[in-house]
């Protein structure tokens, strides 16, 4: 069997279970002739169950115009987020804390994440975490 010939891949962060032809989706995809309302419905489908998380996706395209793709975890900051029940981080991080997490909650999101980080030690991706939260101006309880 003859293996497809990559043309590319594309990165997108897209709602699980309600993604539209709409940019991003439509305009990330047209250009490369891909049928957009078939990769909707198959990403719609398989995400369906995480509906309410914004979740990275990676789709290679491949030269006969056919596709397929992997979902992972949503971003850091997304799960910090939803944890704490936040729209969005703090304009100035240092100076206005928006909330703050407990080393349990940082446990809970680097194990969640551990599959898309570059670590597969638990220890390494709660300091990931810490990171992203201080960034947001979220400050880590005891």
Do not use: C, W
């Not at 990330?28 to 719609?44: R, Y």
């Not at 850091?76 to 804390?97: C, D, F, H, R, Y």
């Not at 928006?98 to 300091?127: C, F, H, Y």
């Amino acid at each position: 069997m003859a293996t497809k010939k990559i043309k590319t891949f594309i990165k997108l962060n897209i709602p699980a279970g309600v993604a539209t032809a709409a940019p991003p989706v439509g305009t990330a995809l047209g250009p490369h002739g891909l049928p957009i309302m078939e990769f909707v419905k198959a990403f719609n489908e398989r995400t369906k169950e995480r509906q309410g998380n914004i979740l990275p996706v990676v789709i290679t395209v491949y030269e006969d115009r056919t596709f397929s793709f992997i979902t992972k975890e949503p971003p850091v900051a997304e799960m910090i987020k939803k944890t704490l029940g936040l729209e969005k981080g703090s304009g100035v991080a240092l100076k206005e804390p928006v909330g703050s997490l407990t080393k349990e909650q940082v446990r809970k999101i680097a194990e969640a994440k551990l599959p898309d980080l570059n670590t597969k030690d638990v220890e390494q991706a709660m300091k990931i975490v810490e990171g992203t939260a201080r960034s947001m101006g979220v400050k880590i309880g005891g």
